[in-house]
């Protein structure tokens, strides 16, 4: 009996450490997949800048290096977004999108821009919340 109870003790022992091992091995891999990651969200930031123009207007600027294609601009909850001038299809670096955003009592501040860097690539978002008006 007692070596039947050490044997099963030993597998029960080798079980254990292939465990640890393979969930060390687990770790390291998501540690570095996270890694990756990071660093390459770390590598593009989203190319906006909202700035207020006068009265209600706003100049969403592409404030990054390329242009960008097939901008989608959502409006705050319970709000309106009216696009005065600019082209949605594609935004060079420097331009600008004139926009109106009709904010309403209880709802969200934030507009969210969709985009992508290729047309038809992946897209990208992000979000803002709209400046106060002085």
Do not use: C, K
């Not at 070596?3 to 030993?10: K, Q, Y």
């Not at 079980?15 to 687990?26: I, K, P």
């Not at 989608?72 to 001038?85: A, S």
């Not at 309403?104 to 038809?120: D, K, L, N, Q, Y």
């Amino acid at each position: 009996m007692d070596n039947a109870a050490f044997v099963v003790s030993l597998v029960a022992v080798v079980f254990a450490v292939a465990a640890v091992v393979y969930t060390r091995r687990q770790t390291l891999a998501n540690e570095r997949a996270t890694a990756i990651l990071e660093a390459q969200e770390a590598r593009y930031r989203a190319p906006w800048r909202l700035e207020r123009r006068q009265r209600g207007s706003l100049n969403l600027i592409n404030d990054g290096d390329e242009p960008v294609y097939g901008i989608e601009i959502e409006p705050p909850p319970n709000g309106r977004l009216i696009v005065e001038d600019g082209s949605l299809d594609v935004l060079t670096s420097g331009s600008a999108i004139a926009i109106t955003a009709v904010l309403a009592w209880g709802g969200g501040t934030s507009i969210t821009v969709t985009w992508s860097r290729s047309p038809g690539g992946e897209r990208h978002e992000w979000s803002m919340p709209v400046p106060p008006t002085p």
